[in-house]
T-cell receptor, first 115, second 113 residues
């Protein structure tokens, strides 16, 4: 079975600084996708970034980048130049090739950006 | 604009009641999912469906069942609600394949008293 681990329940970062949110995963699938979602206090789930297991380059989307280290089974999210609006819950998720492409999430990290 | 809708934002039910949570998507997605979200536990997969009438158990299926009679609709059923099922329930849909993100509904906050 797939498992996602986010070991940081809460993180603080100063506005305009960069922050890394940790995510490790465990799977026996050879092909899988890794996702990060943001959930602000409004409760909506916002898709941020995707990394495929066979992608050689780390994914980037604006201020978001994914530090993918396949051998270590980690997929950390890096947010550059933090903004107050980045304060939210962040979830790491994985989708495997087998078992009909089900999707599992981690416990999440609550990020607070300080002015 | 893609959309996943859930029948209620807030629901209060009594212990022992049968509860139906409905989810509808308008994107013709094959895959649909039900999660519950609790503080400190993240999103836990209850059930998902990869096609009409097809379903798979997730990590916490006990006390729940699902129904998918039409492609656009996926229902979560609490056969006999209990207080430990008080939670936020999130529905999601997506195309099949590891490269596709999920689209989420707004969630239903269920309170069982």
């Amino acid at each position: 079975a797939q498992k996602i681990t986010q070991t940081q329940p809460g993180m603080f970062v100063q506005e305009k600084e960069a922050v890394t949110l940790d995510c490790t995963y465990d799977t026996s699938d050879q092909s899988y996708g890794l996702f990060w979602y943001k959930q602000p206090s409004s409760g909506e789930m916002i898709f941020l970034i995707y990394q495929g297991s066979y992608d050689e380059q780390n994914a980037t989307e604006g201020r978001y980048s994914l530090n993918f280290q396949k051998a270590r089974k980690s997929a950390n999210l890096v947010i550059s130049a933090s903004q107050l609006g980045d304060s939210a819950m962040y979830f790491c998720a994985m989708r495997g090739l087998y078992n009909n492409n089900d999707m599992r999430f981690g416990a999440g990290t609550r990020l607070t950006v300080k002015p | 604009d893609v959309k996943v809708t859930q029948s209620s934002r807030y629901l209060v039910k009594r212990t022992g009641e049968k509860v139906f949570l409905e989810c509808v998507q308008d994107m013709d997605h094959e895959n649909m999912f039900w999660y519950r979200q609790d503080p400190g536990l993240g999103l836990r997969l209850i059930y998902f469906s990869y096609d009409v009438k097809m379903k798979e158990k997730g990590d916490i299926p006990e006390g729940y069942s699902v129904s998918r009679e039409k492609k656009e609709r996926f229902s979560l059923i609490l056969e006999s609600a209990s207080t430990n099922q008080t939670s936020m329930y999130l529905c999601a849909s997506s195309p099949p394949g590891i490269g596709y993100e999920q689209y989420f509904g707004p969630g239903t906050r269920l309170t069982v008293t």
